[in-house]
């Protein structure tokens, strides 16, 4: 399984970006598709995921300005983020997993995004 993400860039803060994850490869045993960032100096931390079922979850500094979805006939998943602060800065990063045990985790490559005050 492998990850392709893109959308990133720089960006006014209140400017919109859309995120991409293209997932090629299959593994029956994923369940979960997920978006992370890491901004400079911080830990790694979780901005949205999203189950095969549909079910989201939100980052509550994200919550009502981010949305996530997924295209399962297209193998992608999508992060809309609208209303952009500085504070949203740094790099995110696609990630798909069988959940709960994460035996099976991917990563992708991550995609810079950087908004100016």
């Known amino acids: 399984v492998q990850l392709q993400a893109s959308g990133g860039g720089l960006v006014q803060a209140g400017g919109s970006l859309t995120l991409s994850c293209v997932v090629s490869?299959?593994?029956?045993?994923?369940?979960?598709m997920a978006w992370y960032r890491q901004a400079p100096g911080k830990q790694r931390e979780l901005v949205a995921d999203?189950?095969?079922?549909?079910?989201?979850d939100y980052a509550d500094s994200v919550k009502g300005r981010f949305t996530i979805s997924r295209n399962a006939a297209k193998n992608t998943v999508y992060l809309q983020m609208n209303s952009l602060k500085p504070d949203d800065t740094g790099v995110y990063l696609c990630?798909?997993?069988?959940?709960?045990?994460?035996?099976?985790?991917?990563w992708g490559q991550g995609t810079q995004v950087t908004v100016s005050s």
């Open positions: 990630n798909v997993a069988s959940f709960p045990l994460r035996r099976y985790d991917y």
């Open positions: 490869g299959s593994n029956p045993s994923i369940n979960l």
């Open positions: 999203i189950t095969r079922t549909g079910a989201t």
